[in-house]
């Protein structure tokens, strides 16, 4: 019965038929447009061509209350990859071609969207996809058979990122003929996000709203944003805390320690996250800077005032002070803790050059622990000349996982060059750390950025307006003297 049904639509119309996915599966709540008029979803279906759609799904996890009646709303019970594959499947039905746009985001170029199609009609192709524009703004299209095959290939359990389908493609890329849309103007490097899966992206689309209709297409959406980079600094996404600058080892990648030893105020800090929380909920707090954080003596303090705020905590460290002791303080915190120890080196001969004489095989032993303890752990190497021939000796012993390879930093002109390639881009762009971290010294002032030791002068409240201000004058090509010639700007961490 259904084979004829399909057959009726398919032989009347002469047309292929299609199915919209709207995907809420990662967005938190309704994301209604900035008068507060419409949500995102009544904004789509107010645009979208009936006949070229025979049916219109909204696939979610329940957070999304207010569906439009045209639309079927779909809720998933988890977000692995074998159930959203296979949602996604059976909702298509007989469909020939599934286009899969993000259901927070009202851009919906319906004349564009019908390019893609054709193009994937006639080259008969798999999945039809585009680059250069920021991301989850251009839907993608699918073959019901094409996602079969992703559901074999993919399995069922794995947990999943909000890029579901290109990463599902990626695992065997050269089966599929791929179609791709390429944008006029590459905008991946600003890292741009629609879609409004946080507080950052949502600002975004409330201040590109109060400028630009949705009714914008694509191709001209581009050239607006790249006309008006200021609309990219929404809030901070990174708190970088340097909480004390007493080091164990004093490595040569960090500029010699010049003040006595300072200890951030506990009590303080809490105050400062709490602040931080509210410019964003799902902010990242990260313990690093020349000072070891484990040195801090309330320490344990300081990270449950992390962990009982739900947030993420990363923490670098030397290693020299993870015993038993901390590892069972930290034991019921650990699914919001990272580690990260910093080995910098496959020999010990190279590790004592860097570490002024320390041991190797105690930050070695600080990483086992921590992963036989059940931390996410991770070794990090600041990549220098002096310890290439040590990335080498661990890449030969497929010595790689778990390995961060960090860029070395000359801090602003601090240090002399130890840099083993210059990867720096061919055309400058605004730094990363100044649109999305804050950085704070231990005595919680703010400074510009982790590599140079200028400070802003404001308050917590205030940082996100002054950061907006130092990364409009970047958008110009007016940098501050400390970042003329710095090439760290194109590092980013979140
Ligand atoms: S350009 Fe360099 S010095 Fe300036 S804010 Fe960015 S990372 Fe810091």
Redesign the pocket.
């Known amino acids: 019965m259904v084979f004829l049904i399909y057959n009726y639509f398919y032989n009347v119309s002469g047309a292929f038929m299609n199915t919209l996915i709207l995907d809420g599966i990662f967005q938190n709540n309704d994301v209604t447009l900035t008068d507060n008029s419409k949500t995102t979803l009544d904004y789509i279906i107010s645009k979208i061509d009936r006949t070229l759609f025979e049916r219109v799904i909204l696939l979610q996890t329940g957070t999304i209350t207010t569906v439009p009646d045209t639309v079927k709303n779909v809720v998933i019970e988890n977000k692995t990859i074998g159930v959203i594959l296979k949602s996604i499947l059976k909702e298509s039905k007989n469909s020939d071609n599934i286009v899969i746009h993000t259901s927070g985001n009202p851009f919906f170029d319906i004349q564009y969207v019908k390019t893609m199609i054709d193009r994937h009609e006639k080259y008969v192709a798999d999945y039809t996809y585009s680059i250069g524009f920021p991301d989850f703004l251009v839907p993608q299209i699918i073959t019901p058979n094409c996602l079969k095959n992703l559901i074999t290939l993919c399995g069922e359990n794995q947990e999943i990122r909000d890029d579901y389908l290109f990463y599902a493609i990626s695992k065997d890329i050269n089966s599929f003929d791929i179609e791709t849309f390429i944008s006029k103007h590459d905008l991946r490097l600003y890292r741009i996000s629609f879609g409004t899966y946080g507080k950052p992206e949502k600002i975004f689309l409330d201040n590109l709203l109060n400028s630009i209709s949705p009714d914008t297409t694509y191709d001209d959406l581009v050239d607006y944003l790249l006309k008006n980079q200021h609309l990219f600094y929404t809030t901070v996404y990174g708190a970088f805390f340097e909480i004390t600058t007493v080091s164990n080892t004093e490595p040569i990648y960090y500029p010699a320690k010049n003040s006595p030893d300072v200890f951030c105020d506990p009590v303080q800090f809490d105050r400062v996250l709490v602040t931080l929380q509210t410019m964003n909920p799902h902010i990242k707090i990260i313990f690093n800077g020349r000072g070891d954080p484990l040195r801090h003596p309330d320490f344990i303090t300081m990270v449950t005032s992390v962990i009982e705020k739900k947030l993420e905590l990363i923490i670098e460290t030397d290693g020299y002070c993870v015993t038993d002791n901390i590892t069972e303080a930290l034991n019921d915190f650990k699914e919001n803790i990272t580690f990260v120890i910093k080995i910098d080196a496959f020999s010990d001969e190279t590790y004592k050059k860097i570490h002024n004489g320390y041991d190797l095989n105690i930050p070695k032993a600080a990483f086992t622990l921590l992963k036989n303890k059940g931390f996410t752990t991770y070794r990090q190497i600041v990549r220098m000349t002096c310890n290439e021939d040590d990335i080498e000796a661990l890449l030969k012993n497929k010595d790689m996982e778990n390995l961060i390879l960090r860029k070395y930093?000359q801090y602003?002109g601090t240090l002399p060059d130890r840099k083993v390639v210059d990867l720096s881009p061919l055309k400058r762009f605004p730094?990363?750390?100044?649109r999305r971290e804050i950085s704070f010294t231990p005595d919680l002032a703010i400074q510009?950025?982790?590599?140079?030791n200028?400070k802003l002068h404001c308050t917590v409240d205030d940082a996100p307006d002054v950061y907006k201000k130092?990364f409009i004058s970047?958008t110009k090509a007016e940098?501050?003297e400390?970042?003329k010639n710095?090439?760290?700007?194109y590092?980013f961490n979140f």
């Open positions: 930093s602003c730094c990363y750390h100044i510009l950025c982790m590599y140079s200028e130092e970047q940098y501050r400390c970042c710095c090439d760290d700007y590092i």
